[in-house]
């Protein structure tokens, strides 16, 4: 099979040389942004979107006829778009991992597969919470892989309208602490205060 990883984030690396060890499977890296011409001249079989910063476009979705597969780490249809495991804790919406079709909408698409997470505010970082998501989003691929390039899922549409954020909303929280070795309970303070509800 010939596959097609997009990434820009090296903790996506693990998942991608893991493919990289599966018999009779051809992956490639790719961090640039992609384009209709590409993808016809590369021909994929599957498209692996993680942590890939670059919209793609409809000509491309069209093209890959539900074949573009998307990992992100949050329970959606909560916190789609940028940072959502910060905005998880902000917001107390359910945290967890999904790994959906890719769509024209960001985070929209039907969801293959889900998993719901749980963490001890008091004793949980920003990053120690990050690095488990990421854990537990390439455990759930790996398991369910040769379900994935099969065209035997029934991909289950996303209920409710959830939430989604951008970078300059992420950015605007970021610069209000000093590390991501910050607790999840002081986090939610320090942004309690930043909107006066303290």
């Known amino acids: 099979m010939r596959i ?6 090296k903790i996506s690396y693990e998942l991608y040389n893991w493919i990289k060890t599966k018999e009779n499977e051809d992956v490639t890296l790719f961090e640039d942004r992609i384009n209709i011409d590409f993808v016809r001249n590369f021909k994929p079989d599957i498209i692996i979107s993680y942590n890939y910063k670059y919209i793609v476009k409809k000509e491309v979705i069209d093209y ?15 916190n789609k778009g940028a940072s959502p495991n910060l905005w998880s804790f902000l917001e107390d919406t359910p945290k967890g991992v999904t790994i959906h079709l890719l769509d024209e909408g960001l985070d929209t698409g039907d969801i293959l597969f889900q998993k719901k997470i749980y963490f001890d505010e008091s004793k949980e970082t920003l990053k120690s919470s990050y690095i488990k998501l990421h854990q537990e989003i390439q455990k759930l691929f790996k398991e369910n892989w040769n379900k994935i390039k099969s065209d035997n899922l029934v991909p289950i549409p996303q209920v409710g309208a959830g939430s989604k954020h951008f970078i300059k909303d992420s950015n605007n929280i970021m610069s209000l602490i000093d590390s991501w070795d910050i607790t999840i309970l002081e986090l939610k303070e320090i942004y309690k205060k930043s909107k006066g509800d303290l």
Do not use: R
């Open 4 to 9: 097609l990883f997009l990434t820009n984030n």
């Open 64 to 78: 890959m006829k539900n074949k573009i597969v998307n990992l992100h780490i949050s329970l959606l249809p909560c």
